[in-house]
């Protein structure tokens, strides 16, 4: 039965992410001489002249650095000035000044982890003219700045137009798979509507207000844009957002399917399908069985129950009944957070102790097929330094793509490499020690600890999960974690896009007999070893002080 | 193509905003309108968010949330950490293998009246992720069948073909376990209670 469901929640989108990719492809890299087509004339026409240039690198990178920063502030005015805007049936009043400053970092940075609750604090207008816009744009500069990458590789010192290629993904990609989505979820039963919370006398007597609106809308891009910032506060859990397993089987297959399918656009453009396919089995083998470890942890029953009157079944705390065993929520917590969506169908802070690991963990890798575009923009990290470490055992320059990696390249690598471990170690360890966070858990102890490593984990890996119990709604934790959000979202998307760029610009090595694979199983092995290895090594000491202790001191008694 | 600095800003920042603005319209106005449209049109009930009416055509809840039951005449649904406040939905975000949890179930074992003998089904026990989930599995309904026909004066039987009535249409893939939507069921109670003529 648990066989099944995971066949059932990851063939689905494993079969649609390969025609998703060819026609991503055709999309997001039509041949050079099709400037002229009437898509192409219709994009120039929007974004004006500057969509004529073709960039290099650093021309590219700036452009997108010039386009969130205008996201940034267009969505800063739009938080702090709500109770101005129209859209507010329910009168929602002003946002705090470090929570605006949250809000917008998270959601430009494709994050959305959410110190707010959606239905207490944001109009119907924050939610769509501020979140669910982001949510479009931040995913499209994914998918735009991989596709540079990916043209770097292929051997391109010129990458392309930032503004065509994000005007091409919103448009041509996300607009049309989330109107489909949209569409299947409002038949579904997910509400969309104007209207402001209804207002109901209960059988019993007693006045409930149900909040509503337009939610549909936003959840079909949060689920394909690996988003994952929610209309409420409970996210993919709430009836609203989720309202059956049917649903709950639809916005499940949506979390990984784009950043799958880069994987294959990545092959076709490369002209390296053998490449990919290793690449993809990889991120596909730790997506299995991160998911199978989940299924199973998750079917153990709460130990806060031992020896009650209690039925013994799968661990019911914090998750919805509709969706069936509880392994299909662990399924989701897995999914969710290999990919950096981080919306969640039930709450991660009550999953047992030590499945609670298994999303920590992919997190902290963020490779298994990662954010949209930028889940391989980190995976080419850890590519080079695996073709680096074989080179070093053979005695040969590296290289990778027909390209030489040389100090140039694996400085910047391993800087990229450590920004990520550096920023969630760091974070925790200050929190830990202080009030700040120390004051802020909801569960003692080792638990406690789980809670601050995990906020800080999803902030980093711009994943936007959270384990909820942590009150992380005050000022120093709106400010570190959007600092957080920021350095962990652009340095991972400057650094490679520069080592790409730096090997694009010499001369080609011919392949020959003595030139390493990279369309082998054994290469499949080099990229699962450094992937395991650094991620592993880096991150172990904490995996011990926080979900190991907390299983081992609650299960031995 | 050379160009200074300063032009470049300027046609960076110009073609942001031309960019920002038509994405803006594309995603945030017509999208949504579009999904609004559509849904209106096909589905208005559950665009809405489906709510639920009594006779006289008052709001009573929406089928898809839970809304508090305590009277014992009624059947109960989950556990609910947020008090079953739909304008403020959440979890317990409670360690399941933490001393409060376990405190939680002791009360509520003891409210149910359950023993070891008639252990309480795991969802009465557990809150839920929203604090609003409308269902209960059909053993969780079972279990409080008799409290409801005692305070009801109906036949057990009665209230169990009821319950058997509503687990149908809710199998879900996967556990093959009847589920109960919780007030719906309870409106049906109290529509069949208005005709019976002679309660007992």
Redesign the interface.
Known sequence: ?QL??LLLFIALPVLLSWPLGRFMTAVMNPPINSSDGRMEILLRK??????D?EQDWK?YL??ML??N???FT?VVLMLALQQMLPLNPDGKGPLEASLIFNTAASFVTNTNLQHY?G??SMSYFSQ??AL??LQ??SAATGIACFTALARSLAGRTLVGNF?RD??RS??FIL?PL??IV??LL??G???????G????????G?M?????G?V??MV??KQLGTNGGGF???NS????EN?S?LTNYIECICIPLIAMATVWMFGRITGRMRHAAVIFSVMLLLLVLKSGIALNLESA?????KG??????S???????????SG??AMWAAVTTATSNGS????H?????LTGLVPLAGMWLNVIFGGVGVGFINMFIFIIVGVFICGMMVGRTPEYCARKVETHEMKLALLALLVHPLLILVGTALFASTTWGASTV???GA?GFSEILYEFSSAAANNGSG???LGDGTVPWNVSTGLVMLLGRFIPIILPLAIAGSMAAKKPVPETTGTLRIDTPLFAVVILGSVLLIGALLFMPVAVLGPVA??LS??IQ | MKTTLMEDTGANIAASLRIALATIVLCSGLYPLFIFSFAHFAVPEAASGSLVRNQAGKVVGSRLIAQAFTKPGYFWPRPSAVKYTAEAAGGSNLSPAGPEVRERALKTVKEYGADSRHPLPADLAATSGSGLDPLITLRAALFQASRVAHARGMALSDVEAAIRRHADGQKILGSGEGLVNVLVLNMELDAAGKTTMVPR
């Open positions: 039965m099944l469901m929007t974004g004006g002249r500057m969509l240039r021309g700036i452009s010039f386009f920063a205008i996201m267009a609750a239905e207490v769509l003219f669910t816009w479009f744009v503004y994000l005007l919103t448009l607009l989330s109107i949209a569409l409002v038949v039963g997910v509400p969309m509507t104007f209207e919370a209804a207002a109901a006398r209960t059988l019993e007693a409930q207000t149900i909040a509503r337009p549909a809308a079909a891009i409420f506060g409970p859990t709430h009836p609203f309202p397993f029953p709460a130990m806060a129950f009650l009157p209690i039925e013994s079944v661990n019911l705390e914090g998750k919805e009944l509709r969706f069936g065993p299909t929520a969640v169908n039930c709450m802070d009550s999953l047992n102790p909801l569960n003692k638990h384990f909820e119990g907390d299983y609650t299960s």
